[in-house]
């Protein structure tokens, strides 16, 4: 089986399968149910729309694949359908541009977020709670000193990190953390570790900050979004 004939780009509420075009069906309809297989705590209690990109498919095929993923998902599957929105061409070897371009914080729309599986936790993660996922992470709240947070992907946290964050929990030196008040006791990305300053400057007022990786030194900036 070829690496990259298949990728899973989700959210909440939907999920879209992008297939290599050249790629025989049986090593997508494979490849599918062994991402499927791998990705059981997105899938669990879910309900999903589903499209998919890339490789034609027959309406047999459409068929087997829905019922692949109505049958071994544990999801509620909504539908399952080509996209025929014109997207911009997707390409699993290429290169991704600079992350830190892809925030826009003005509605905390973090683009980054398409780029795999997101798994979204609602509420405080508090002291000794550990919340883990191997994909992207969004905390839609705080995570208090004490608290971790650790992902494989991006952490994203829509409130205040003082806790302990880990993103690109891999290796993958990629993977951004964004937050709303980002001042946590340790932040990891992949095997580089730092800790911001404790002071705030701007007087208290709390801005939009991002850490990524550049060399092998992380590095944190204040995200002011385009007008």
């Not at 998919?52 to 109505?70: D, T, V």
């Amino acid at each position: 089986m070829h690496e990259g004939s298949v990728i899973f780009k989700g959210s909440l509420n939907w999920l879209t399968i992008i297939m290599k075009e050249d790629e025989d069906y049986s090593t997508i309809f494979n490849q599918i149910e062994e991402k499927i297989a791998s990705s059981g705590r997105f899938f669990k209690g879910a309900t999903l729309s589903v499209k998919y990109r890339g490789k034609k498919l027959s309406k047999e095929e459409e068929r087997k694949i829905f019922e692949l993923l109505r049958d071994k998902s544990g999801a509620k599957i909504n539908s399952f359908e080509e996209d025929t929105e014109d997207p911009v061409k997707v390409q699993p070897e290429q290169q991704q541009p600079k992350l830190h371009s892809k925030i826009r914080m003005s509605n905390f729309y973090f683009k980054g977020l398409e780029e795999g599986i997101t798994k979204f936790h609602r509420g405080t993660v508090r002291s000794g709670q550990l919340v883990s996922f191997d994909g992207n992470l969004v905390v839609i709240g705080d995570v208090n000193p004490g608290g971790e947070v650790c992902a494989t992907g991006h952490v994203v946290v829509m409130g205040s990190l003082r806790g302990i964050v880990h993103a690109g929990a891999n290796g993958n030196k990629e993977a951004l953390v964004v937050a709303l008040n980002l001042q946590p006791t340790q932040l990891r990305i992949a095997d580089v570790i730092t800790r911001p300053p404790d002071e705030k400057e701007m007087g208290g007022q709390f801005f939009p900050e991002l850490a990524y990786i550049k060399g092998d030194t992380v590095y944190i900036e204040r995200y002011l979004p385009a007008r």
